[in-house]
């Protein structure tokens, strides 16, 4: 399957970073990954803060504040969808004889975007309609159903001077994982603020 895109088909795209730092409450999270909180973090450095917290909400690099994901994800979105796209994002994905993934692809700068702004490019496997029964912590006893949980990440995969940025990745299937729950995401930051210059999506099994 290959998905090109200038824009991504819906005006955001979503991704849960699940962290670890709260596992000493007496509930790992099985999603976690401490790749993910050195994200947080340079998250926060970027802002200059010392804190960092979650359930968090970032959208287009910074920290949209709490309760950001019910008030500010709509109006924020709208808002970027109507700016010029200023990378161009093309990928290809095939599942490989050994049962893995392999994503691979590019960034390229538009006019818009200029080849100057050095860029980073991530890619993410996600997963949807996944569930946890909460045994400990301020969530004890609840059933929790997770979307778009990042599975499997990779990056950052620098741009060359005429902003261009190349990636290849293979997977190994994670642990609960099933193809027509979950999708890939690709998008490229700025390396410096770490503002999106374009994100594209697509499901694993389209139609499926």
């Known amino acids: 399957m290959t998905f090109d895109a200038v824009r991504p088909p819906i005006n955001a795209v979503p991704l849960a970073f699940h962290v670890d730092y709260w596992d000493r409450l007496g509930w790992p ?4 990954d401490p790749v993910h909180g050195q994200r947080q973090n340079e998250v926060a450095r970027r802002a200059r803060s010392r804190t960092v ?3 968090q909400f970032v959208f287009d ?3 949209a504040g709490p309760g950001g994901i019910a008030t500010q994800l709509a109006p924020l979105s709208q808002a970027a969808a109507g700016q010029a796209a200023e990378r161009n994002i093309t990928a290809s994905i095939a599942r490989q004889p050994d049962g893995s993934l392999r994503i691979s692809g590019t960034s390229l700068a538009t006019a818009t975007g200029g080849s100057a702004v050095a860029s980073h490019t991530f890619v993410a496997l996600y997963q949807n309609a996944l569930v946890s029964r909460i045994a400990a912590g301020e969530n004890a006893g609840r059933l929790l159903r997770h979307d778009f ?8 995969f ?3 001077g005429t902003g261009r940025s190349a990636f290849d990745v293979r997977w190994a299937p994670p642990t609960e994982f099933r193809a027509d729950e979950a999708g890939v995401a690709v998008f490229t930051e700025d390396a410096v ?7 594209v999506a697509g499901p694993l099994c389209p139609g499926g």
């Open 29 to 32: 999270d099985r999603f976690a």
């Open 53 to 55: 917290y979650t359930p």
């Open 61 to 63: 690099g910074g920290d």
């Open 149 to 156: 949980v990042v599975r499997r990440f990779a990056g950052p």
């Open 158 to 160: 620098p741009s060359d």
């Open 193 to 199: 603020t770490g503002r999106t210059l374009q994100a």
